[in-house]
């Protein structure tokens, strides 16, 4: 299923609106150290980009092998790992 994706991937991720900045900030006062995240699903890395000037670690996973390569390139000086 998270295959049928991958051809329309890098489109998506020129297209997708971002998330607005309150989420992140939401999340991030919920947890009480900003060492580490986890994007699950996180498809063109949108919210990994969004998190990783918060977080130290960013980890950002998929199902699609593809989607990530056509993630958003712009995480900061922090480090995220597909």
Known sequence: MADMFV???KQYAEARPN?????FKFIASKT????????VGTGSGQAAASL???????I????????????????????VHN
Not at 19 to 23: G, N, Q
Not at 32 to 39: C, F, G
Not at 52 to 58: F, G, R
């Open 7 to 9: 051809k329309q991937a």
């Open 19 to 23: 998330y607005p900045e309150e989420l």
């Open 32 to 39: 009480p150290k900003h060492e580490l995240v986890w994007d």
């Open 52 to 58: 990783a000037p918060i977080y130290k670690n960013v």
């Open 60 to 79: 950002a996973t998929d199902t699609s092998h593809k989607a990530p390569q056509h993630s958003v390139s712009t995480y900061s000086s922090n480090h």
